[in-house]
């Protein structure tokens, strides 16, 4: 599978715990996001990696939120004492690109997601 | 103002018809936009990209309006299988104008009915 994988497809937790998804990119993908999704919305920008270095975070990411890329490979994205207010669909994508390339640069290809239950 | 704002929907359309989405996105300077689909429970994916001259992929159509700052999408003879949300994507739609950030519009519903 040369895909996007995200692992796990589901997760439920008790609030408080803390929980991490993982998201293996594309291999060749310098690009690595993560987006969160609730229902009747629009993917929510997370926070941008361009290879290991972490771009942009979004001010949605609260300081229970962390993300890394060690590698510049596979990523982890970690919230720590969960809320309920956290329950969504996380997703990664990865896209290959470079500064000041746009054009074809940024098709996104995205994972299945990983939902998120807090109960 | 909303970075990216779309049409709320929901649309529901006979098979056979032709139906036509908005998006409008707040910064003159935004670089890029996309159109995804989303079908439900399933991963967004790229539907198509928008141009300046517009363009066409079979029985959709993408028009970009850029003093406007409008967006919109075309879907010709709807099938069945059209049924998904369709999403509005924009690069640079905030104040810095990122040229990596995609922002998603809040997508609109389209069921096409037998």
């Known amino acids: 599978d040369t895909g996007v994988s995200q692992d796990p497809r589901h997760k439920i937790t008790k609030r408080g715990q803390n929980v991490t998804f993982r998201c293996d990119p594309i291999s060749e993908h310098n690009r690595l996001y993560w987006y969160r999704q609730t229902l009747g919305q629009g993917p929510e920008f997370l926070t941008y990696?361009?290879?290991?270095?972490?771009?942009?975070k979004s001010r949605l990411l609260s300081d229970r939120f962390s993300a890394e890329r060690p590698k510049g490979s596979f990523s982890t994205l970690e919230i720590q004492r969960t809320e309920q207010g956290d329950s969504a669909m996380y997703l990664c994508?990865?896209?290959?690109?470079?500064?000041?390339?746009?054009?074809?640069?940024?098709?996104?290809?995205f994972g299945a997601g990983s939902r998120l239950t807090v109960l | 103002r909303k970075e990216v704002e779309q049409d709320p929907g929901p649309f529901n359309v006979p098979e056979g018809a032709t139906v036509a989405f908005n998006c409008t996105y707040s910064n003159s300077a935004s670089q890029s936009f996309f159109w995804y689909r989303q079908d439900c429970r399933k991963e967004p994916k790229l539907l198509m990209s928008v141009y300046s001259s517009g363009n066409e992929d079979g029985r959709f159509t993408a028009q970009l309006n850029r003093a406007s700052q409008y967006i919109s999408l075309l879907i010709r003879d709807s099938k069945l299988s059209d049924s998904a949300t369709y999403l509005c994507v924009v690069i640079g739609a905030n104040s810095g104008g990122s040229n990596y950030k995609l922002t998603f519009g809040k997508g609109t519903l389209l069921t096409v009915n037998p």
């Open positions: 990696f361009q290879n290991e270095a972490q771009l942009e």
């Open positions: 994508a990865s896209s290959l690109g470079s500064p000041g390339v746009v054009a074809g640069a940024n098709v996104l290809t």
